[in-house]
């Protein structure tokens, strides 16, 4: 059965892979991003393989624009039945120059070095909002066509961060770990009303935002990098590919009876002690 699909976010490469695999499936699709270049790119893709897309601009940290945006989609699309909270994303301001702090640091006056209490409250705070306001406003928005609806639900996207905090990013990870908390209180919030809410967890996927950070100019990876794969027992990143099959699961009829779980697709990397 075909649904009206609205993925956040949906210009970056991994919800755009999402957003394909959802079209191939019959879904309708709107792709959202604050980027119209990006998500216009998207909705053509799918169009040219016989898919149903349309694109829409929309900053999911303000509520008028995405009510302009459910606006087009109901016009174009019909009433959303999965809403895919795809928007997130760090920020150097809310993120530490060594994994550690040592005494030495506070001495380091470095231009661009910060320890933890360099830390800017604005990039914190920048990195919670889109991270977990970014969520929480698509889904005031869109989630109002689904009421006493069947087969309707709410995709969020955590991390593994959620789980145990990785190193450095201190607003990312705790921005993820509200993330997981809001999938389960949303879910059993909305679990009269027969919307459903999950999460996907990814491990250490290689995209535009962390690219730099995982691997050097020529491909090779940086310590950071090297760090993860030791980490991961599958000896790899993940593809976006990876994220298909869970978020085809956790959107169809099959799982009516999900609500509320939070899956790892990680490589194994939450399993593992290191020893």
Not at 113 to 138: A, M, R
Not at 186 to 213: C, D, E, M, W, Y
Request: net charge negative; hydrophobic share 40%; glycine share 10%.
């Amino acid at each position: 059965m075909s649904k009206v699909v609205v993925v956040t976010g949906a210009g970056g490469v991994l919800c755009s892979t999402l957003a394909k695999a959802l079209a191939k499936e019959g879904h309708k699709i709107a792709v959202l991003d604050l980027r119209i270049d990006a998500a216009n790119k998207v909705a053509e893709e799918i169009n040219s393989e016989g898919g149903t897309a349309i694109a829409v601009a929309a900053n999911v940290l303000e509520k008028a624009s995405l009510d302009a945006a459910k606006l087009a989609v109901n016009n174009s699309l019909g009433a959303c039945d999965i809403l895919v909270n795809g928007a997130g994303g760090n920020h150097p301001l809310g993120t530490t120059s060594n994994p550690h702090l040592l005494e030495k640091d506070l001495l380091n006056n470095s231009e661009g070095f910060k320890t933890f209490f360099d830390l800017d409250p604005k990039g914190i705070e920048f990195v919670f909002n889109l991270n977990f306001i970014g969520t929480l406003l698509p889904t005031q928005v869109f989630a109002k066509d689904m009421v006493g609806r069947d087969g309707c639900s709410v995709l969020n996207i955590s991390s593994m961060n959620a789980y145990t905090p990785l190193t450095k990013i201190p607003a990312y990870s705790g921005a993820k770990a509200a993330i997981s908390n809001f999938t389960q209180w949303l879910a059993v919030h909305f679990s009269k009303v027969g919307i459903r809410v999950n999460a996907l967890a990814p491990g250490f996927f290689l995209t535009n935002q962390n690219r730099t950070l995982l691997t050097n100019e020529d491909g090779s990876l940086t310590q950071r990098g090297q760090q993860i794969i030791d980490q991961t027992p599958m000896g790899r990143y993940g593809k976006p590919e990876d994220l298909v099959s869970s978020t085809l699961y956790l959107c169809n009829d099959s799982s009516s009876f999900v609500t509320g779980i939070v899956i790892p697709i990680d490589g194994g990397f939450s399993a593992y002690s290191g020893i």
